[in-house]
């Protein structure tokens, strides 16, 4: 069974970054495809970024582009997402999430962690 453990969400000023850090028990990311969802109050779970069990392909959703960064350690334990030029709008609680089938739903989901970004 996998288990995902979000951290580094805190309240940060606008325009300042965090690094938020999902660590994994289980299983390792190179059997996994992972991504960053986040959810805000009264709107749906969007899905932020991604990034393939190869290490080498990403995604990021047009509102983050160019600001956020998903990477993963070299033991492939953990996963980061590194959130730069925050505003407002991102706040939201972030969830880190894996599945093992690259066209499959999310199989493995963290409890979340907050970010708050004030103006």
């Known amino acids: 069974q996998v288990q995902l453990v979000e951290s580094g969400g805190g309240l940060v000023q606008a325009g300042g970054s965090l690094r938020l850090s999902c660590a994994a028990s289980?299983?390792?990311?190179?059997?996994?495809?992972m991504g960053w969802f986040r959810q805000a109050p009264g709107k749906e779970r969007e899905l932020v970024a991604t990034?393939?069990?190869?290490?080498?392909?990403?995604y990021y959703a047009d509102s983050v582009k160019g600001r956020f960064t998903i990477s993963t350690d070299n033991a492939g334990i953990t996963v980061y997402l590194q959130m730069n030029s925050l505003n407002p709008e991102d706040t939201a609680v972030y969830y880190c999430?894996?599945?093992?089938?690259?066209?499959?739903?999310?199989?493995?989901w963290g409890q979340g962690t907050q970010v708050t970004v004030s103006s």
């Open positions: 289980g299983r390792t990311f190179s059997s996994l495809d």
């Open positions: 999430a894996g599945k093992i089938g690259s066209l499959s739903t999310w199989d493995y």
């Open positions: 990034l393939r069990r190869s290490g080498r392909n990403t």
